[in-house]
């Protein structure tokens, strides 16, 4: 017992003179709503460091940009469009929504991830109805389950999303979102946006980011990501931060 408090009370003396180092904070930024552009696509894979890309399946460029993005050495995301509201219509191709039954569900879902090559987890797009359902939401983890390796990122368009809870009961690697860079285009709110994700990751080690293909946020993303190990930051994939330390 004794030796035990001494081990510990040494380490705490280390840490405290910094003799022993501590990880740095651990970054994961995703861009959304790939998918319908192909210039605001490849600027997105082109962004410096292990950046994650999510894309829309079903939509024009969707394949084409999986495939670049992947060959890129850029994580692919299936960008899963859910319903976000009761009169919502869904105008995104391959979208989930309240009204279908079991079967369509499974079968739209099959479709959607067989559009967008390379998925290795899915991250919901819009959804702020469909994330509220448990019915709908144990049927969305099913189908994720039912395939090896996929992992769920919630967005988190609402705080009363049940997604991340039944994915963790279902046994899914499951996290959420924690900020949005780009909640407006306004160039000042994604500069705001970027710093409090930087001390949202000092806070609590590690954070996933969402991001958008607008000017804006890739001004900055380009301007910025080149700088962030200087600065005591690790840029990581999305896959890295699903693991464990």
Same mark, same amino acid.
């Given at each position: 017992? %004794?030796?035990?408090?001494?081990?510990?009370?040494?380490l705490?003396?280390?840490?405290?003179?910094?003799?022993?180092?501590?990880?740095?904070? &651990?970054? +994961?930024? %995703?861009?959304d709503d790939?998918?319908?552009?192909?210039?605001?696509?490849?600027?997105?894979?082109?962004?410096?460091?292990? %950046?994650?890309? +999510?894309?829309?399946?079903?939509t024009?460029? =969707? &394949?084409?940009?999986?495939v670049? +993005?992947?060959?890129s050495? !850029?994580? $692919?995301?299936?960008?899963? *469009?859910?319903?976000? +509201?009761?009169?919502?219509?869904?105008?995104? *191709?391959?979208?989930l929504?309240?009204?279908?039954?079991?079967?369509e #569900?499974?079968?739209?879902?099959?479709?959607?991830?067989?559009?967008?090559? #390379? =998925?290795i987890?899915?991250?919901?797009?819009?959804?702020? /109805?469909l994330?509220?359902?448990?019915?709908?939401?144990?049927?969305?983890?099913?189908?994720?389950?039912?395939?090896?390796?996929?992992? #769920?990122?919630?967005s988190?368009?609402?705080?009363?999303?049940?997604?991340l809870?039944?994915?963790?009961?279902?046994?899914?690697?499951?996290?959420?979102?924690? $900020?949005?860079?780009? *909640?407006?285009?306004? *160039?000042?709110?994604?500069?705001?946006? #970027?710093?409090? /994700?930087?001390?949202?990751?000092?806070?609590?080690?590690?954070?996933i980011? %969402?991001?958008?293909?607008?000017?804006a946020?890739?001004?900055?993303?380009?301007?910025?990501?080149p700088?962030?190990? =200087?600065?005591?930051?690790q840029? $990581?994939?999305?896959?890295?931060?699903? !693991?464990?330390?």
């Amino acid at each position: 017992m %004794i030796a035990a408090r001494f081990s510990l009370l040494t380490l705490l003396l280390l840490l405290a003179s910094g003799s022993v180092a501590t990880s740095p904070p &651990r970054i +994961a930024i %995703i861009i959304d709503d790939l998918g319908y552009r192909l210039d605001a696509g490849q600027r997105s894979i082109d962004l410096p460091g292990p %950046i994650s890309l +999510a894309v829309l399946p079903g939509t024009p460029r =969707a &394949r084409a940009l999986a495939v670049q +993005a992947h060959e890129s050495g !850029k994580e $692919v995301l299936l960008h899963l *469009p859910l319903q976000a +509201a009761p009169n919502d219509i869904i105008h995104d *191709p391959l979208g989930l929504h309240l009204d279908m039954n079991r079967q369509e #569900f499974g079968d739209t879902f099959e479709r959607a991830l067989t559009s967008v090559p #390379f =998925a290795i987890g899915v991250n919901s797009h819009r959804g702020s /109805m469909l994330t509220r359902h448990p019915g709908h939401m144990q049927w969305l983890m099913d189908e994720i389950q039912a395939r090896d390796d996929l992992f #769920f990122i919630d967005s988190y368009t609402t705080h009363e999303s049940v997604a991340l809870q039944i994915a963790r009961e279902v046994g899914i690697d499951a996290r959420k979102r924690d $900020v949005f860079l780009d *909640p407006d285009r306004d *160039p000042e709110t994604v500069v705001r946006e #970027f710093e409090r /994700m930087k001390r949202l990751a000092q806070k609590h080690g590690s954070i996933i980011a %969402i991001g958008h293909p607008y000017a804006a946020t890739l001004d900055l993303l380009e301007r910025e990501l080149p700088k962030l190990a =200087a600065e005591g930051y690790q840029l $990581v994939t999305i896959s890295e931060l699903m !693991k464990p330390r």
